[in-house]
């Protein structure tokens, strides 16, 4: 019978099956690392090991923290990547950007949470900012304390349907966890000056909600480092990709080149140039971290087959 992976830790993973929740070893030789939170897999005969996982139909990916190349697996089958900020000074279009992207990458719906509603005079003004940000996104602005406020997410996490929040400590994301899921884990405040606040949740888990759905909690991110996110900027920056398109150049580096549609954009007020820097950035980063990750694993791929050829050299020896 199918199971859920709800948590994964350095040595074992828990996972959910109709008959209530068991500890799962991953498959010999593998390591825990190579699963996430929402994974769907088939335990062993003796529910002891996983025998086998399923495909993921989303699965939301990072460059690891730290100065590693490696990727590192946030969730698994994810429906809708709520991102989450506040009406503060959290508010920021180019960390956004970078969860949009994640979640175009992944296959997931976008959807912005803005938090702490009643401290500004105008929340829709951050929902218009957000929604100018992507075709793609829903934006909902809330005051996340109110019960009924909360119950506005419960399109996206009902019937089955798998909600992750992703997002900066101090913005409500445990506030929301316990009023999607009825708990009632501690929360902590945030700095005055910068609107920053302490990490609360410790660790991703899945836990279901009172409306039938599925709800991925995770501990606030100080770094969301892009990798093999090229699709994903494409689609939030659609604007600017469909106007390079109109350059009169296919090389046009958006500069100084006669006849630039971007530019051209830029002067008119249609776009905004430190929109321009942003898609320029994201590009970079993206296409660093991923010729990284595939040099990393080009090496390790060529390190295996070294091992093995040595071993089947030895072996030959023996013989």
Not at 230 to 249: M, P, Q, S, Y
Request: charged content about 25%; aromatic content about 4%.
């Amino acid at each position: 019978m199918p199971a859920r992976i709800t948590s994964v830790a350095r040595d074992r993973l828990m996972a959910l099956a109709p008959d209530g929740p068991f500890p799962l070893l991953p498959p010999s030789k593998t390591s825990t690392g190579q699963f996430a939170v929402g994974d769907w897999v088939e335990p062993d005969a003796d529910r002891i090991r996983i025998a086998h996982r399923y495909d993921r139909l989303t699965s939301l990916t990072r460059r690891a923290a730290g100065t590693g190349a490696d990727a590192q697996l946030i969730a698994a089958n994810v429906d809708t990547l709520g991102i989450v900020s506040s009406c503060n000074a959290d508010f920021n279009e180019a960390r956004l950007e970078r969860y949009l992207a994640l979640a175009a990458s992944a296959g997931c719906l976008p959807l912005i949470i803005l938090t702490k509603s009643d401290l500004c005079d105008e929340p829709r003004d951050y929902t218009r900012r957000a929604e100018r940000l992507s075709p793609l996104v829903t934006a909902i602005a809330l005051n996340a304390t109110e019960p009924e406020a909360v119950d506005m997410l419960a399109p996206w996490c009902k019937n089955g349907q798998t909600l992750a929040l992703l997002g900066s400590s101090g913005v409500g994301k445990t506030t929301l966890n316990n009023g999607l899921t009825g708990m009632s884990d501690a929360t902590q405040g945030i700095r005055e000056d910068d609107a920053k606040g302490r990490h609360t949740t410790t660790a991703r888990g899945l836990l279901p909600t009172r409306f039938g759905g599925w709800l991925i909690d995770t501990p606030g991110m100080r770094a969301l480092r892009l990798t093999d996110a090229a699709e994903g900027i494409e689609a939030v920056f659609d604007d600017i990709e469909r106007l390079a398109l109109a350059c009169k150049f296919s090389d046009c580096s958006h500069e100084t080149e006669p006849d630039c549609a971007i530019q051209a954009a830029i002067a008119s007020e249609d776009l905004d140039a430190d929109r321009l820097a942003r898609w320029r950035k994201l590009k970079r980063e993206d296409a660093h971290n991923s010729a990284t990750l595939h040099e990393a694993r080009a090496k390790d791929k060529a390190f295996g087959k070294m091992v093995r050829s040595v071993m089947a050299e030895k072996h030959g020896r023996r013989r």
